[in-house]
């Protein structure tokens, strides 16, 4: 059975510390994997990855995915309040627009 | 260039009544998805349509529930006979390409009373 996992579940950090988000998953026809970010509302569309080894980047954010290793990280340098939210980690694998989510890790970013 | 337009979003609903939840995708975007978001779950894969056509409805489940994409107006979800554990968000998502990121929109939050 696919299955999709996050790591941590949740983490508390000071604002301008580095975090380090964690997503492996087993699935069949492995697409493409993406990464939302979630605050109570609509999750918002952050990175989506394809090809493994090649770093994308937007701002303080970026991430990268290991297709041989099955798993993506995410990363967030000078963590603001604003950063504060679920992070979701999603998989795309059967078929388009099918995408298996994580649990999701909350962000708790303190002042 | 307004995002993905869910409404209502909240809608209360007493057990047997239905529910329709509707969904406009942003503009430019044919494909549209819907997902379910329980209490204390992650997202899960309800549906894909395009115009007029249903394409992938694996995540339905078999009874009560249906969906539908018009070639004119927006997509619409429908519960019928409403149970408590219906109560979710019910998130829609859109995208312009098979092989583009999804938009969601803002859910509705469905609460069965």
């Known amino acids: 059975e696919d299955k999709v996992v996050q790591s941590p579940l949740s983490l508390v950090v000071h604002e301008g510390d580095t975090v380090t988000l964690n997503c492996s998953y087993e699935v069949t026809n492995f697409r493409s994997l993406l990464w939302y970010k979630q605050e109570k509302k609509a999750p918002t569309f952050l990175f989506m990855l394809t090809s493994s080894g090649i770093e994308k980047k937007s701002g303080r954010l970026s991430s990268i995915l290991d297709n041989k290793e099955l798993f993506s990280i995410l990363n967030i340098t000078a963590t603001q309040t604003g950063d504060s939210a679920v992070y979701l980690c999603?998989?795309?694998?059967?078929?388009?627009?099918?995408?298996?989510f994580g649990a999701g890790t909350q962000v708790v970013v303190t002042p | 260039n307004a995002g993905v337009m869910q409404n209502p979003r909240h809608l209360v609903r007493r057990r047997g009544q239905e529910a329709r939840l509707r969904c406009s995708p942003m503009?430019?975007?044919?494909?549209v998805y819907w997902y379910r978001q329980l209490p204390e779950e992650g997202l899960k894969f309800m549906v894909y349509l395009q115009k007029e056509n249903i394409i992938d409805e694996s995540g339905m489940p078999k009874e009560r529930f249906s969906a539908e994409f018009p070639k004119e107006g927006p997509s619409i979800l429908r519960i019928q006979q409403v149970v408590r554990g219906d109560s979710a968000a019910y998130f829609c998502a859109s995208s312009p390409l098979v092989n583009s990121p999804l938009h969601f929109g803002n859910g509705t939050r469905l609460t069965v009373t």
């Open positions: 503009k430019g975007h044919s494909h």
């Open positions: 999603a998989v795309e694998s059967d078929s388009w627009g099918k995408l298996q």
